[in-house]
């Protein structure tokens, strides 16, 4: 099957044409590089002149497409032209054919032809020159380094800048891809932790709204129906004061918004008062000393997305809150360690025909998600216990390696 040549490229079309209509210029003219007497002209006369010339002109074009081949076949045009009375431009045509096969060739011919074109250099200098004698000798070295040496070097000066110049674009282009990557992260990561904020302001306040609405609404007593009204409105109004200071948060406290401070373990009494007003029987035991603000506001959200949920999915019963530092309150279950807080959050878990308000599973996984920042340890399921079935939610947030910073 016949081997079908790329299609050079239309720049080397122009240069190849350039180069055989300034050969034939000088061909016109007379004016060769040698005489017809010197003894190593085999072909003299003015016609054998155009066959390197032709043959040059054609690699030209395959300067880029097939430069290995060009380089050969140029290679063995320059020698018939050595035998010939010579024509200038065929020897130019010839030294571009070097800078563009270690330019544009493979990486082993551009280390390759430099060298050997060096040592063919030094080899035209000293061997005439010991073999002869004679100071012209030296001359001959002196061409063949200014024909192919000096074209080999450059290219490969050029092809060494040029890859350079690629590698620092490469990197910067990976560069710009990773910082894309982080900020992309960066903006999921603020859209998750304001989802969790969200949910967890707003969700218990709204979820003992739609339970005391219910209530008043099925319930013909006048009395029920005003208190479920007040508990209505308290709720209403600390969840619209809680989003007005999410949103001066979002607009970077503009205005008259300030942002609101992070909740911390102290106003874990407030937040039992507000469940115990919507109907929960809840209790309290902190026994926990000082932590970092992350793992405060972790565990405060814990407590409240809990009692939140019991206030919504859990039976009649008393549901018990607690903190404590190292082990938590069931021995049976290795949870905990020194330098932990452990946060234990429990409520009756019975057959019940439907929930008092609808969930969406999301609180879940942002205590999951709070636990997982703080390399904590969380759990959350039925279990048995003396007094029945209960739905249990224990997270254990490491303290002492506890980095500071924004966890929400």
């Not at 490969?156 to 982080?182: C, F, G, K, W, Y």
């Not at 007040?230 to 979002?250: A, D, K, P, W, Y």
């Not at 507000?274 to 035991?285: C, F, H, K, P």
Request: charge should be negative; charged fraction near 20%; glycine fraction near 10%.
């Amino acid at each position: 099957m016949a081997v079908r040549l790329p299609r050079p490229r239309r720049f080397d079309v122009c240069i190849a044409t350039g180069g055989l209509l300034g050969g034939l210029l000088l061909w016109g003219l007379g004016l060769a590089t040698r005489p017809h007497t010197e003894v190593y002209v085999l072909l003299p006369g003015r016609w054998p002149v155009l066959l390197p010339l032709f043959v040059m002109a054609g690699c030209e074009l395959l300067r880029r497409a097939a430069p290995r081949t060009a380089l050969l076949t140029g290679t063995a045009a320059i020698v018939l032209d050595i035998l010939t009375q010579g024509n200038l431009v065929t020897i130019l045509m010839y030294t571009d054919l070097m800078y563009a096969a270690v330019l544009y060739g493979t990486p082993a011919s551009a280390r390759r032809i430099p060298r050997i074109t060096g040592l063919l250099s030094v080899a035209g200098t000293v061997v005439p020159f010991a073999l002869w004698r004679e100071p012209e000798a030296l001359l001959i070295g002196v061409v063949t380094g200014i024909v192919a040496f000096g074209p080999a070097a450059t290219g490969l000066i050029v092809r060494n800048h040029r890859d350079a110049a690629e590698s620092a674009r490469l990197r910067a282009e990976q560069t710009a891809l990773l910082a894309e990557m982080d900020r992309t992260q960066a903006v999921t990561a603020e859209r998750a932790r304001m989802a969790r904020e969200l949910h967890d302001m707003v969700a218990n306040h709204l979820s003992a709204i739609a339970i005391h609405s219910t209530a008043a609404l099925s319930l013909d007593d006048p009395k029920t129906s005003q208190d479920a009204l007040v508990v209505i409105r308290e709720n209403s109004v600390e969840g619209l004061s809680e989003m007005r200071r999410l949103i001066g948060i979002l607009r970077g406290s503009s205005g008259d918004l300030e942002p609101a401070a992070a909740p911390t373990l102290d106003g874990l009494g407030s937040l039992v008062e507000g469940a115990r007003a919507n109907g929960l029987d809840v209790t309290l035991d902190t026994g926990q000393g000082e932590v970092p603000a992350p793992v405060e506001l972790a565990a405060y959200r814990i407590v409240q997305e809990s009692l939140t949920n019991a206030l919504k999915h859990a039976s009649s019963g008393r549901v018990t809150v607690s903190l404590a530092m190292g082990a938590p309150p069931m021995p049976s279950r290795q949870w905990g360690k020194d330098g932990s807080l452990v946060v234990t959050v429990t409520s009756p878990y019975g057959d019940r025909d439907a929930p008092r308000a609808p969930g969406s599973g999301a609180g879940l996984v942002g205590m999951r998600e709070r636990v997982e920042l703080l390399d904590g340890t969380f759990e959350a399921g039925p279990e048995d216990s003396p007094d029945g079935k209960i739905w249990a939610v224990r997270a254990t947030l490491p303290v002492n390696d506890t980095v500071e910073g924004d966890t929400a």
